[in-house]
């Protein structure tokens, strides 16, 4: 342990060792502050010999979460497990114990953002309200927002009053389901520890309580942080008023005042020294946030090299910097850079795409952080549905989402059936049951097809292994003959997610040492509480995502594309000083991820609903002192493709070798047809033969 504590600076190691009162670190990016609450924890572990289950650390996402685990592991050596949670994740644990003192039976489900929506759907439905004057996924985060209290008394009650009806449906629907939605675990985590018993019982259970980016706390979870440590004291939190990005979720910079103000003698460190970026990209950072009015204010140094100026590159369209991205990554990786040390940043999502288009045809592999994340694509979310059904007995919103999936006739009016029987019918498989007396003698057989799939999926959850269970799914309910109907462009890709959904069940099960109904239970669990950074594995990947999933995060190298007005800053946090200055510690957030390497860009011409728009420079890059930057010239003057060129073609080479994407390198059997549309039979090594079309794979040879 000596030697562990020599690697930390003084700053680092007074607050490392100090317990006398509440600790409040404040600090700026690449400070070490995540760092601390590692070290912190394994010192307690090691030194104080406080048993690890009973330290508490909460971090913003799971990926953060499992990190940190790893890393104090890494520290104190695997004898316990620490308690590494997300507020969610914690709230979880907590209502599992306790669920029947808010009025839900303990296997609870936990709702998603889809399964959200999908019910408001069926809600407004029900109320006979216009589903255009009431999109769900509107209601939804007018939803979200109430239950967050995020509403200022006067708003809330205009807002209310137009929605109260779907609200109060909503809210029905959800107990009658056993189900709650993100923001209920929160709020229903935070009723529990109102309980003077509950809560006295928890601050004593944890001897030490954690908590990482501080700044990104909203009430609820401040509530919590502050229910368990408030008798002892036994409080760290560690954050930076910059990176403050998530206001509109509802986190409170004054969190960091009202800190001081409940914990009177709270003791606070500053650390000032950055070990992350080069000089450049640091000063940089500090010229970019000196621009906003609403901080403390504070310094930062670093001791690290000069290093390269930050290059800026600007494009004719979104498409010709896609290009730049992608031909640059191409151009680091042949120098010897890791393509898992490169990511790529975004202000939106939908920006990812044309991103995507061009790595593919550089051949560079990729993974995505975010966008439609793997659980929440329809195949995926149709299988986990039928393993939802046979494991929840009460979850009636994964029972219509099977009903008419794959179609087997059980249309509208059998839906409708279906929800009268439930009136009073709770369990899903009785009321299947019942379903087969009230339709007609088809449809009768469909549903009984569909009740012995679900009830032979039960059995077998204790009997095959995951990956069979997943096959047993498709093949019992012909699933994929279903997407090759419905969906004859991509049905392949599809189905390859639904076998990667059995490859990672596997998996899990292997890792977690788990079999049977807790396997899925556990699975299920931890799928929806995945957030935007969860999908990030390690491997010889460049990482996209967007700039609010980066936190915390660190490359050596960084592209921040769409630097344009209206994009980065975004064209929905113009209108106030506080918004803009948000967008501008975000910018703050994405610059400081960079520890090498960062490279701007921007489009002068960008593709909005279809149709390219003259957009403009954002003025975060004029911000960026000149002498830190270097432009990037196109090369050459490659004119548009030339039409000679197309016209004109050199008699096609058949490809021998070729890659793709997720296959990796490929044998060519046959090709058919000419172009980037010719179908390329290939055999692949770990996949076996696969017809791919021309413009997903590279030639290789
Ligand atoms: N005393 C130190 N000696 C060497 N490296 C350090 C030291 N302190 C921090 N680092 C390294 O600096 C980098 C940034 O540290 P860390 O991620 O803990 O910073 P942070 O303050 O949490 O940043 P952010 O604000 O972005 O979350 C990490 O790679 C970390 O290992
Ligand atoms: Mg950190």
């Not at 990667?500 to 299920?524: D, I, M, P, V, W």
């Not at 008699?651 to 060519?668: A, D, L, M, Y």
Request: hydrophobic share 40%; with cysteine; proline share 3%.
């Amino acid at each position: 342990m000596e030697g562990l504590l020599e690697t930390l600076n003084t700053e680092q190691k007074e607050a490392v060792l100090y317990f006398d009162s509440p600790l409040l670190i404040l600090a700026g990016a690449g400070s070490g502050k995540t760092r601390v609450i590692t070290y912190k924890i394994a010192y307690m572990v090691k030194e104080l010999k406080v048993r690890p289950e009973r330290i508490l650390a909460v971090t913003f996402t799971n990926k953060a979460a499992r990190e940190m685990k790893e890393r104090v592991e890494k520290l104190v050596g695997q004898e316990a497990p620490v308690f590494v949670a997300t507020f969610h994740s914690f709230c979880v644990r907590l209502l599992r114990a306790h669920s029947k003192r808010v009025g839900y039976s303990p296997n609870f489900l936990i709702l998603d953002t889809d399964d959200k929506r999908r019910l408001l759907r069926e809600v407004i439905r029900d109320l006979n309200l216009d589903p255009e004057r009431y999109s769900p996924s509107a209601i939804a985060s007018v939803i979200s927002n109430i239950k967050n209290g995020l509403y200022s008394e006067e708003s809330m009650s205009v807002y209310y009053d137009r929605i109260k009806d779907v609200l109060e449906a909503y809210n029905r629907r959800l107990r009658e389901n056993n189900a709650l939605d993100f923001d209920d675990l929160l709020i229903y985590g935070r009723e529990l520890l109102k309980d003077p018993e509950l809560q006295k019982r928890y601050s004593n259970y944890f001897a030490y309580v954690l908590v990482d980016e501080y700044q990104d706390t909203n009430n609820l979870q401040y509530e919590i942080v502050r229910a368990l440590s408030k008798e002892k004291g036994n409080i760290c939190v560690v954050g930076d008023e910059d990176q403050c990005i998530y206001t509109w979720r509802g986190a409170n910079i004054e969190n960091i005042l009202s800190f001081e103000r409940d914990f009177p003698n709270a003791k606070i460190i500053k650390l000032e020294r950055n070990y992350r970026c080069t000089k450049t990209i640091l000063e940089a950072a500090n010229a970019v946030i000196k621009n906003n009015r609403l901080r403390k204010g504070k310094v930062l140094f670093t001791d690290n090299p000069k290093g390269e100026l930050i290059r800026v590159f600007t494009a004719e369209t979104d498409t010709e910097e896609a290009k730049f991205v992608a031909s640059t990554i191409k151009q680091l990786i042949k120098k010897g850079k890791k393509p898992s040390d490169i990511a790529v940043f975004y202000r939106t999502n939908s920006q990812s795409r044309v991103l995507e288009d061009a790595l593919r045809r550089e051949g560079i592999s990729y993974q995505i952080v975010g966008g439609v994340k793997f659980y929440e694509r329809k195949e995926i979310k149709d299988v986990i549905a039928y393993l939802r059904v046979a494991l929840f007995e009460t979850d009636t919103i994964s029972l219509f989402r099977i009903l008419n999936t794959p179609r087997r006739g059980l249309g509208t009016a059998v839906e409708r059936e279906l929800r009268a029987i439930l009136q009073s019918e709770k369990s899903n498989i009785k009321a299947l049951e019942l379903l087969k007396e009230r339709v007609s003698e088809k449809q009768r057989r469909a549903v009984s097809d569909l009740l012995s799939t679900v009830e032979n999926i039960k059995e077998k959850v204790h009997t095959l292994p995951p990956y069979d269970l997943i096959k047993f799914i498709v093949v019992a309910t012909g699933y994929e003959e279903f997407l090759r109907k419905e969906h004859p462009e991509d049905w392949e890709s599809r189905m390859e997610n639904v076998r990667e959904l059995g490859n990672t069940l596997q998996e899990f099960a292997e890792r977690e040492k788990l079999t049977g109904e807790g396997l899925y239970l556990e699975f299920l669990n931890t799928i929806t509480l995945s957030s935007d950074q969860d999908e990030l594995k390690e491997g010889e990947k460049v990482t996209l995502m967007t700039v609010h999933a980066s936190k915390g995060l660190e490359f050596p190298i960084v592209f921040i594309t769409g630097l344009e007005e209206g994009l980065f800053p975004h064209v929905k946090s113009l209108d106030t000083t506080e918004e803009v200055e948000e967008e501008r510690r975000l910018f703050y957030v994405a610059i400081t991820r960079a520890m090498e390497l960062l490279i701007l860009s921007r489009a002068k011409k960008r593709r909005v609903f279809g149709s390219l728009k003259d957009v403009k420079e954002s003025r975060f890059l004029s911000e960026i002192p000149s002498h830190l930057v270097k432009e990037v010239k196109r090369k050459g003057t490659v004119k548009k493709e030339s039409p000679v060129a197309v016209t004109l073609p050199k008699k096609e080479r058949k490809p021998k070798i070729v890659f793709h994407q997720k296959f990796g390198k490929g044998v060519v059997r046959r090709v058919e047809g000419q172009g980037e549309n010719a179908k390329v039979t290939a055999f692949f090594a770990n996949y076996g033969e696969k017809t791919i079309v021309m413009k997903f794979l590279k030639i290789l040879a």
